[in-house]
């Protein structure tokens, strides 16, 4: 109609993170127009065993709705990123126990999931070549050893009924759309598999997973597409109906949740913020995705090889480029792990609760604490130190059986010595992230700013401890 407003186009992104499911309603310039959030279950049946239900997951997915006011043929497009996670389904699409306790609605093997650390061990032992893409050691994290594992204790109940082993984000663009191509960000980034030379069958033969090579590795997928381009015909008829949208309406190749914040970050408009990036290639930017773990990338013109640190990754995250991928196993969740686990954590709910979030009601407290003290706040906890690998260290010391340890703790459980090792752990996650930076640099990375986005993104103390640590002025906090 003449004089009529042009019609706003919209698009939907959902985030599947460790706890949660989160949707964002976004519109064609990337303004954020609606926000929801759904939790999900997590089992834990057997000592590093994580478990989750796709069947729950799904259902999140479906219920966290933000296109309320919206009419359906407003929304261009729907994009999905989840946890890189395991999920199994038999030949009906039917969700497969991933333990014994037999229970089939729990069918996903977890990302943070460390029950196949041996096998992770024996398959480093091969010494096959496609180790050189993961930073020579195979982590419990990553798809093979969880599929061995698999296969070795459940041989009679999951691996007979499988038929389709898919990346979490995988299953919810499948999900959405009845297609089976994967996502290279998943495929690459945990799978081993290479863009330019396909799945490696000696590889596969080499660790005792033969079986997945057969119907042309129709288990674990026999065709790929670049992450956000359009998968099948878009949401099928099903879908549509569970998500209120329309048939059809493109689903774009789904991201590991990292990843999605790396890419934004990694490409995000940086100018007017005075940064030493800003006329920088986006290769010397690193993305620090902070959550429950963290996840650190970097990525270069040509393949660059760094001990400990997984990639190089070609096409993993952006397009004809190489990735590197840090990381820490507990950054979020061992700061929680620490202030939940002290004696004086009640003390400090009955503080906070008068009108703050515990975390900064500490941050509160340090800066008294050093203000009383005439001292700098980060020098408080200068004879209390933390090894932070209570999860294993994923990089670049690839050890997932390292554990964590406190040094210098007093007999005292104050709310003052609560404080006191949360700054401890913090600065120690810091210092983690700066052996990280320090072994890709030394690998040939050439990174002047370190971007930050994810729930730890939001604490101040965090973000300017990683400063400090890292070299001060070139962290940036990416939270809207």
Not at 16 to 33: I, M
Not at 174 to 186: D, H, I, Q, V
Not at 191 to 217: M, Q, R, V
Not at 248 to 259: E, M, N, R, Y
């Amino acid at each position: 109609m003449a004089g009529s407003d042009p019609v706003e186009w919209y698009y939907v992104g959902v985030d599947v993170g460790t706890a949660s499911v989160r949707a964002a309603l976004v519109t064609r310039e990337g303004q954020v127009k609606t926000t929801a959030e759904e939790m999900v279950t997590i089992w834990k049946p057997h000592s590093d065993h994580y478990v989750q239900s796709s069947t729950d997951i799904w259902a999140k997915c479906c219920s966290t709705k933000v296109t309320q006011g919206v009419q359906r043929n407003q929304v261009r497009g729907v994009g999905f990123d989840a946890t890189c996670s395991l999920v199994v389904l038999d030949q009906n699409f039917q969700p497969v126990a991933v333990n014994q306790d037999g229970e089939a609605e729990r069918n996903v093997v977890m990302w943070m999931d460390h029950r196949a650390a041996e096998q992770a061990a024996r398959i480093t032992s091969t010494g096959h070549r496609v180790l050189s893409r993961v930073g020579g050691v195979m982590s419990p994290e990553m798809q093979p050893p969880k599929l061995l594992w698999l296969k070795e204790n459940l041989r009679a109940t999951c691996w007979r009924d499988a038929a389709h082993f898919l990346d979490l984000p995988d299953f919810l663009s499948w999900k959405a759309t009845a297609s089976l191509a994967r996502s290279l960000c998943t495929v690459v980034c945990k799978w081993t598999y290479c863009p330019t030379e396909k799945w490696d069958t000696s590889f596969w033969t080499a660790i005792g997973l033969e079986d997945l090579l057969e119907n042309d590795h129709s288990k674990i997928g026999s065709v790929t597409c670049c992450p956000g381009s359009p998968v099948g015909e878009g949401l099928t008829q099903e879908a549509a109906a569970e998500l209120g949208l329309d048939t059809g309406t493109a689903v774009g190749a789904s991201l590991i949740d990292a990843h999605a914040g790396g890419l934004g970050v990694i490409g995000a408009d940086v100018r007017g913020f005075s940064l030493p990036c800003e006329d920088q290639p986006i290769t010397s930017r690193m993305a620090m995705i902070c959550g429950t773990s963290s996840c650190h990338m970097a990525i270069s013109q040509g393949p660059l090889f760094v001990p400990g640190v997984w990639g190089p990754y070609l096409s993993g995250m952006v397009p004809e480029l190489w990735l590197n991928e840090g990381g820490q196993s507990a950054t979020g969740r061992l700061i929680d792990h620490v202030v939940k686990g002290h004696v004086a954590y009640p003390q400090l709910q009955e503080q906070a609760v008068k009108g703050s979030h515990i975390y900064s009601y500490l941050n509160r407290h340090l800066s008294f604490m050093a203000k009383d003290l005439g001292a700098p706040l980060e020098l408080l906890a200068s004879s209390l130190h933390v090894w932070p690998d209570f999860h294993g260290n994923r990089s670049p010391l690839a050890d997932p059986t390292l554990r964590g340890a406190v040094v210098g703790l007093p007999l005292s459980q104050t709310l003052d010595d609560l404080a006191l090792l949360y700054l401890a752990t913090v600065q120690a996650l810091a210092l983690g992230t700066q052996h990280i930076l320090e072994a890709m640099t030394q690998a040939g990375h050439n990174i002047t700013t370190l971007f930050l986005c994810g729930g730890l993104s939001k604490n101040p103390l965090y973000v300017q401890i990683h400063a400090n640590a890292t070299g001060g002025s070139r962290i940036f906090s990416w939270t809207s």
